[in-house]
């Protein structure tokens, strides 16, 4: 009997949000239905630890507004007005609408938009990139999280992947940088406990006192986006101080002479004008990284969501080569997701695309692809994500949405702010009602899921909805007939990967926690695929591609620059960074009740001095904006930042602000203004890999009107 018919038990499961620690899970259930969930203690990493957030999970699998059926929509655009249908008139008009763009504009003028609301490989990048080949729809560039910063590591190290977590515990020095781990990869967290325990040092760089900050031996607070400048003037001390490991930059590095050379034009004291970290600091955090071994550098996402976040990345990932931390304990980490690289041409089938020319659009330019892009994108097919949250530009991606010329189709557990202005929404079931494989961009254990409970309602996997699609489609090839077993298998078997040696299908379903073959790590430095095979203190490549070879520190487009002490657009001297909350999952769980209530309601957190100058008091409702839009929200006044610098966590949906129902989502408690950080961020790209560059942004703060009387107690 399988797990989906047995009403009662505990089984395993794997979480399957996009969070670097990939826990295994234990479903408890009672009469069919999912009533707990607990960690898996038997996972040799995340060893039955979970997050709050997760713990709560049985809420959103079985929440009565999940969607239970395919459904059209019968109001105008963005009204959440639809009436409800059956699949096969579903997928048939999804097939019709596809044909006849196909015939009329060529496919490229369809865009599937996808992210990782579920990180298993065939739901998130396996039968959709096959659908999708083979339709011949423009491709979608996957930018929107990590894409800079890997790409900056990968100029650097070559291979994408560093530090193991287990060997973390072993660091001296522990430095988090731009990463917010108390929240964001909490087993990491635990692991920098462990090391502080071991005598350990905690450092963490932040533009903000996050939760991981209030847990440091030292914050160091510093200017948004100013972090390579910070970088290099550790650099300049290091090679000042003779604290450099000179053996090992001439064994493993190219470029450490010119590197040499260069930094010397940053010194302390014009560090310190760049990233308003005292000169003193900067001294004293070099001598502090020079002196100490092994030193790890756990690299966040939050410093290469930057103009200049992939340099920032490049940069601070030279550091442990300058001092020889590449040992044990040692070194740094940004992902970890190269060690699982599984098999991609037989995961994805990229040889089914039958226009291999056809253009690819960066999914951080959404706005623009729904609004001035030629040829027109004519049909939209969203699943995985929720654009009108997540995107940049939030305000012209809805516009974007609203054009009646545009095919929407959403494919969703709930009624997003993205599936509101579908045309046609269609259901999806949770990871818990599904097969599939995770691995993971942090640990090195890859776990399989198979179905615990029956799909609610209608709903299908994506899995087998673009099977369906297929069929109505007329594609006849066997790439759309494969049963997810199949496909687990293909994806495995990647020849081209050591350390996936021996994990199988089998494998897994005897031992659930499949552990990769770490021995070829043992000649990690002899590895690297950098084009020299060496660590790149100095690089052609970026060379090539119109970047400085070296580490340079660039400012940001619209950012404050220290040294001048403006922004460049003086009208908005404030930099606004909205980094992740601590109980939801990007926009995931904004709609639940429970982690509403754990979360309460969205902040702007502005320095007392800036609040002040502005005549705003704690607890205030205020509203941010710029260009772009205006975010409406209340203050909280703290010194958790330095001044000029205001953050909101979290990222709420429009539509779960009070009073929504009433105002068509506009409101807040009265107060006209969006629930949306994104309506002020720019879908600019940073300088690698096409990156988003959310918190890049300018904004200037003011009271909301009526605010005084709704900063009244109830
Ligand atoms: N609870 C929770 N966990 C999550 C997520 C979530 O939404 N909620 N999201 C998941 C996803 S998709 C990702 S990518 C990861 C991201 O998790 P992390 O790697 O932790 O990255 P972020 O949380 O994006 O940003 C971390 C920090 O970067 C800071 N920051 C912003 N700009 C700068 C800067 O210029 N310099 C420096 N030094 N710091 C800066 C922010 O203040 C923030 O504290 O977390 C995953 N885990
Ligand atoms: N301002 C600002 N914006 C940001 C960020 C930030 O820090 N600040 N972070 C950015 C980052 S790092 C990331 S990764 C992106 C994340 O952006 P998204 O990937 O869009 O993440 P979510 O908001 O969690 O939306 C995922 C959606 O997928 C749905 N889903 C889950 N499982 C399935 C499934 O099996 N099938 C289908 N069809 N749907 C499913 C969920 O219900 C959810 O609505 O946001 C980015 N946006
Ligand atoms: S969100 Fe992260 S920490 Fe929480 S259960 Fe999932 S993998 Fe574990
Ligand atoms: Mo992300």
């Known amino acids: 009997m399988n797990m989906t018919e047995r009403p009662n038990g505990v089984f395993p499961a794997v979480c399957p949000l996009d969070c670097p620690d990939t826990c295994g899970l234990l479903l408890h259930k009672e009469n069919g239905k999912i009533v707990k969930v607990t960690g898996n203690p038997d996972h040799p990493a995340t060893r039955g630890a979970i ?59 369809i865009l599937p938009y996808s992210f990782y609301g579920n990180m298993g490989v065939l739901n998130a990048e396996g039968m959709d990139r096959r659908f999708f080949a083979r339709l011949g729809a423009s491709k979608l560039a996957y930018t929107i999280c990590n894409s800079a910063g890997n790409a900056g590591w990968k100029h650097t190290m070559g291979f994408g992947g560093g530090s193991s977590p287990e060997d973390t515990l072993k660091a001296k020095l522990f430095i988090v940088w ?21 005598g350990a040092k905690v450092v963490v760089i932040d533009v903000h006192k996050n939760l991981t900050g209030r847990r440091a031996d030292w914050f160091i607070p510093l200017y948004p986006g100013t972090d390579t400048a910070l970088a290099l003037g550790l650099m300049h001390v290091l090679f000042d101080r003779g604290l450099t490991d000179e053996k090992f930059l001439a064994q493993y590095t190219l470029g450490h002479e010119e590197l040499r050379e260069h930094v010397k034009a940053y010194t302390p004291e014009r560090v310190s004008r760049i990233t308003g970290v005292p000169a003193e600091d900067i001294i004293r955090l070099a001598l502090l990284y020079g002196e100490t071994s092994p030193s790890h550098i756990h690299i966040g996402n939050g410093l290469q969501h930057h103009d200049n976040g992939g340099m ?51 999914m951080n330019k959404l706005a623009d692809a729904l609004l001035t892009l030629t040829p027109k994108v004519r049909g939209l097919f969203v699943f995985g994500s929720n654009p009108a949250v997540v995107a940049p530009e939030a305000e012209r991606v809805r516009q974007g949405l609203m054009r009646e010329d545009l095919f929407t189709v959403v494919h969703e557990l709930f009624m997003t702010d993205t599936a509101k202005y579908a045309d046609i929404v269609l259901p999806a079931t949770s990871s818990f009602e599904n097969t599939d494989l995770y691995t993971s961009y942090w640990h090195h254990y890859v776990q399989l899921q198979e179905p615990v409970i ?43 990967n050591p350390y996936l040696n021996g994990v199988t299908l089998n494998r897994l379903k005897e031992e659930r926690f499949a552990e990769l073959d770490m021995s070829p790590k043992q000649e990690y430095l002899n590895r690297l695929t950098t084009p020299s095979g060496k660590i790149e203190l100095y690089s052609d490549t970026l060379k090539a591609l119109g970047l400085p070879p070296l580490p340079t520190y660039m400012p940001l487009e619209e950012g404050f620059d220290g040294e001048n002490r403006s922004t460049r657009n003086t009208a908005y001297p404030l930099m606004f960074v909205s980094p992740p909350n601590h109980n939801f999952l990007n926009s995931t769980f904004a709609n639940v009740h429970k982690h509403q209530s754990m979360e309460k309601e969205p902040l702007l957190q502005i320095h007392p001095q800036d609040a002040e100058a502005r005549g705003i008091e704690d607890g205030q409702f205020v509203e941010v904006y710029n260009d772009r839009g205006v975010y409406t929200l209340k203050a909280s006044v703290t010194e958790l930042m330095l001044p000029g610098t205001v953050v909101s966590q979290g990222l709420w949906w429009n539509n779960t602000a ?33 990156g988003a560059t959310f918190f890049s942004t300018t904004v200037e703060v003011r009271l909301a009107a009526g605010a005084e009387a709704l900063a009244k107690p109830d």
Not at 67 to 87: A, Q
Not at 178 to 197: C, D, P, W, Y
Not at 317 to 330: E, H, N, S
């Open 51 to 109: 997050c709050n957030k997760v713990r709560h999970m049985a809420e959103r699998v079985h929440h009565p507004e999940r969607l239970k059926y395919p459904m059209k929509r019968s109001g105008p655009k963005g009204s959440g007005e639809f009436v409800r249908i059956s699949w096969s008139e579903a997928i048939s008009e999804i097939a019709d609408k596809f044909r006849e763009m196909s015939t009329e504009y060529g496919p490229e003028s």
């Open 178 to 198: 731009g990463g917010n781990i108390v929240s964001t990869s909490m087993h990491q967290a635990v692991l920098m406990e462990q090391a502080r325990k071991n």
């Open 312 to 362: 920032a990345v490049r940069t601070v990932a030279c550091l442990p080569a300058l001092t020889g931390q590449w040992v044990r304990g040692g070194g740094a980490m940004k992902s970890n997701g190269a060690y699982a690289s599984l098999n991609d041409e037989a995961l994805q089938r990229p040889d089914l695309r039958v226009n291999p020319g056809v253009r690819t659009i960066n």
């Open 454 to 496: 029956q799909p609610i309602g209608e709903s299908k996997s994506n899995f087998d909805m673009f099977k369906m699609l297929a069929e109505e489609m007329g594609f006849a090839e066997e790439a759309f007939r494969e049963d997810e077993e199949s496909v687990i298998c293909a994806a495995l078997d990647n020849p081209d």
């Open 658 to 690: 009070e009073g929504s129902a009433k105002q068509g989502g506009a409101g807040i408690r009265g107060i006209s203004g969006r629930r949306l950080a994104n309506a002020l961020t720019s879908s600019r790209t940073a300088d690698m890999g096409g």
